[in-house]
C-alpha cells in the first residue's frame, strides 16, 4: 500500500529543489516545485486560519515540509503529524523539522493511532492527500474526530463536477488506469454535493470549496515537461519517472474534460457537535 505513495522527490524537485515536497503545487506565483508545493501548503494554513499557539494536526505529512510553514509563518504549535509511509516517519523521529513535533504511523481514514487517539486539535490539515482515502467518508470521519467544536479543517481533493462525470469519462480505459495508478479510489472521487452530504453527516460545515485546478493542473504538468527536458534519457525511462509523467498527463486530462476539480475545501466543526463514533 505503502509504495502507491513512494515519490522520488529529488527526482521531480530538481538538484536546486527540496526533495521532502511532495505535492501538485500552486502555481499561481511559482515558477519551480519547491516554491509551488510552499504555495499550496501555505494557502491551507490560511484556509484554516491557523494562529499562534494552535493545536495543529497534519495528514499525510509526508517528510514534513510543511510542518515548517505551520510553526515559522503561522507560530502554530503543537504540532502532531501522521503518515502511512514508516520511512517518513522514522525521519521524521529522528531530525525533526521543528520542537515539539509529535509524530505517529497510520491512516487518515482509519481511527487514529496512539498517541494520537483521543486527542482533540483547533486545526486539522491535509495537503494533497485526500483523494488517496478509501473513501470520503472515512477520511471526514476521521478529521471530524479529532477535531474540537469550532475547529477548522482545510484539505484538497478532486471531486466531480457533474453526476455522469464518471460514466462519460473517467470510466474511459486511459483515463481509469491513470486513475488507479495514481491510487484515486472510486469512492474518494464524489460530487459537490456528495461531499456536503458526507461533511453533514461528521456534524462538518462545509464554509467553501475553491475550484484551484487553473493553477495546480497545468503548471505541475509543466514543470514535470521541463523536469523531464533535464534528464538523461535513463533517467527517463526509469519507473519513478514514468509515475511522475503519468500523473502530469492525469492532470492535463483531468483539466481539459472539465469533469474533474482540483478544490480546497474549507470546514468547521460545528460547536457543540459530538465526536462522531467510527463505524
Known amino acids: 500500500m505503502t509504495d502507491a505513495f513512494a515519490i522520488d522527490g529529488q527526482l521531480l524537485a ?49 517528510h514534513g515540509a510543511a510542518v515548517e510553514i505551520w510553526r515559522r509563518e503561522f507560530q502554530a504549535g503543537p504540532i502532531t503529524a501522521l503518515d502511512i509511509r514508516s520511512h517518513c516517519i522514522a525521519g521524521l523521529r529522528t531530525a525533526p523539522p521543528v520542537d515539539r513535533l509529535t509524530v505517529a504511523e497510520g491512516r487518515f481514514d482509519r481511527p487514529l493511532p496512539a ?25 471526514l470521519e476521521t478529521a471530524a474526530r479529532a477535531l474540537v467544536p469550532g475547529g ?47 461533511a453533514a453527516a461528521q456534524g462538518l460545515e462545509v464554509l467553501e470549496l475553491r475550484d484551484l485546478t487553473p493553477r495546480v493542473f497545468p503548471g505541475f504538468a509543466a514543470w514535470v515537461g521541463r523536469r523531464e527536458g533535464e534528464l538523461s534519457w535513463r533517467r527517463r525511462l526509469s519507473p519513478a519517472w514514468l509515475k511522475l509523467a503519468v500523473t502530469a498527463r492525469l492532470c492535463l486530462q483531468l483539466h481539459a474534460s472539465k469533469q474533474t476539480a482540483y478544490v480546497l475545501v474549507s470546514i468547521r466543526r460545528a460547536d457543540g457537535a459530538p465526536a462522531p463514533l467510527f463505524r
Open 14 to 62: 530538481g538538484p536546486d529543489g527540496d526533495a521532502r515536497w511532495n505535492n501538485l503545487g500552486d502555481w499561481r506565483e511559482a515558477d519551480d516545485y519547491t516554491a509551488a508545493c510552499g504555495a499550496l501548503a501555505r494557502l491551507h494554513g490560511e484556509t484554516a486560519a491557523l494562529a499562534p499557539g494552535q493545536r495543529v494536526l497534519e495528514l499525510a505529512c509526508g
Open 115 to 139: 498517541p494520537l487517539a483521543g486527542q482533540l486539535f483547533d486545526a486539522v490539515l491535509c495537503v494533497d492527500a485526500a483523494y488517496h482515502a478509501d473513501s470520503i467518508d472515512a477520511f
Open 152 to 198: 477548522r479543517l482545510a484539505f484538497t481533493t478532486l471531486i466531480r463536477t457533474s453526476e455522469d462525470a464518471l460514466r462519460l469519462g473517467l470510466r474511459g480505459g486511459a483515463r481509469r488506469m491513470a486513475l488507479r495508478m495514481a491510487s484515486v479510489p472510486p469512492a474518494s472521487l464524489v460530487s459537490e454535493t456528495a461531499l456536503r452530504s458526507a
